[in-house]
């Protein structure tokens, strides 16, 4: 667990005329199962960062997590953890990043305040909850809520998938799932110490963290872990198979020069080289080689939206939505594919951004014909929105609703005042979700 910096802290203490000794006493103090922790007061709230969940993964490379040890002395909770290795750009990383934050506006018990944990966008390689589109502080406030939010192993160090290869790896494919589900149980059993209600507790995220949450639904071992679910830009409707799963590790293994019968290689080499290996190109799909949850039969037994939804899930309350303008935060409306566009190349540029196979020409004559006042530029937004963002939200509410599981849809359309061209992109929900408008926005 981060410790605090003590220079910092004391400096802090004289600034405001008070002793460190007394500034310490009203620092909030928590009793978890696993020993106490020392958080901060800040703007009406308690607040504590960096709660370690498991144990350092280091040492358990491509293996299920671990619950923490027990500490006997007070340990502070006043900093973000690291984050996940991953080749996005962030502050600090490392493999011992399962670390959580809590905004919480008491700690009385009897409060019982609803829960909320956030899991992070970023798809399944990049992301944290580090980022200021995350900070807690107005949710909790303004919402009476005990706001968590979690970082967990991402790309081949939570979703490398090698149980094939040995068995000491059964649960590679998902043990990024797996760090997750035990985030869930440390909150079942100590959020009540933070004023929380465990039995109240809303799992919601964006992008990647949506589909973390519709992959959750269908996974035995989260069963009774969360009581709703909002999936924001985000949706799982099938997980990688494990022929397909194989095919990855083995370009992913190919690009890192290691053998599949012998992996010891992996278990010793800098974490960064495991980065590096991510440059792998994808045998399916092209492009970076993509790691996700796995239908491993292990953890995972069936997909969660295909052939339906899965029924474990569907006693679960669950909001899905997207944004207007999803890929106007993908692509770049001063870049190569919207600059000089017209009518005349519309179809040939929309074409590889479409993510489904149908005709571009004649998606564009329809969209001309039913929105004919519409330029070149808002076609391709809301045709490559359409075709690449809204489909697997729509397979989802729809497997719900033949289900009559308790759900509901939105989309968000409102559009930034100071940058108009940016429309309602991709993590436009995030600062309305959490209130923190000041924040820049990041595409996931």
């Not at 106490?36 to 709660?51: A, M």
């Not at 340990?75 to 919480?104: H, M, Y």
């Not at 998902?174 to 909150?187: E, F, K, P, S, T």
């Not at 970076?288 to 569907?314: C, I, K, S, T």
Request: proline content about 7%; hydrophobic content about 40%.
């Amino acid at each position: 667990m981060p410790d605090i910096d003590r220079r910092a802290f004391v400096g802090s203490a004289l600034i405001l005329g008070t002793s460190p000794a007394v500034a310490a006493q009203r620092d909030p103090v928590v009793s978890t199962r696993q020993g106490r922790i020392r958080g901060l007061r800040e703007g009406g709230l308690q607040v504590f960062r960096g709660i370690r969940y498991g144990q350092d993964t280091r040492s358990r490379r491509f293996r299920a997590p671990v619950a923490p040890q027990a500490w006997s002395a007070i340990v502070d909770a006043v900093r973000f953890g690291p984050s996940c290795p991953q080749r996005a750009k962030q502050e600090a990383t490392s493999e011992d990043c399962l670390f959580l934050n809590i905004w919480t506006p008491g700690l009385e018990r009897q409060a019982k305040r609803p829960v909320m944990l956030y899991i992070h966008g970023g798809a399944y390689a990049n992301g944290s909850v580090v980022d200021t589109l995350n900070d807690g502080r107005h949710l909790a406030a303004a919402g009476d809520v005990v706001v968590v939010t979690v970082n967990h192993r991402l790309n081949a160090l939570g979703y490398l998938y090698l149980a094939r290869l040995d068995s000491r790896f059964a649960d590679s494919g998902n043990v990024g799932q797996l760090d997750l589900m035990l985030a869930l149980r440390w909150i079942r059993d100590n959020i009540a110490a933070f004023g929380g209600n465990p039995a109240n507790v809303t799992v919601f995220g964006q992008s990647g963290g949506g589909a973390k949450i519709a992959t959750m639904m269908a996974m035995p071992a989260a069963k009774g872990l969360f009581h709703r679910a909002i999936t924001m830009s985000g949706q799982q409707v099938t997980a990688s198979g494990p022929i397909n799963a194989s095919r990855r590790t083995t370009a992913y293994l190919d690009h890192l020069g290691v053998k599949p019968d012998a992996l010891e290689p992996l278990l010793t080499m800098p974490v960064e080289r495991l980065i590096e290996g991510l440059a792998a190109t994808d045998p399916i799909l092209g492009g970076g080689v993509y790691m996700g949850p796995v239908l491993d039969m292990r953890w995972l037994e069936r997909h969660p939206f295909w052939p339906d939804a899965a029924p474990q899930g569907n006693a679960i309350p669950m909001m899905l939505g997207n944004t207007l303008d999803e890929t106007r935060a993908f692509i770049d409306p001063d870049g190569p594919l919207v600059r000089g566009l017209d009518w005349s190349n519309l179809a040939e540029r929309m074409a590889g951004e479409l993510r489904i196979d149908l005709l571009p020409e004649w998606i564009v004559d329809q969209y001309r014909a039913r929105f004919p006042d519409w330029s070149a530029e808002r076609i391709f937004y809301a045709a490559t929105t359409a075709g690449r963002s809204w489909p697997g939200q729509v397979i989802e509410a729809e497997a719900r609703a033949r289900a009559n599981a308790p759900t509901w849809v939105y989309q968000v359309d409102f559009q930034s005042p100071t940058q108009p061209r940016r429309g309602a992109p991709h993590t436009m929900d995030i600062a309305l979700a959490f209130g923190t408008l000041e924040a820049p926005v990041r595409g996931d």
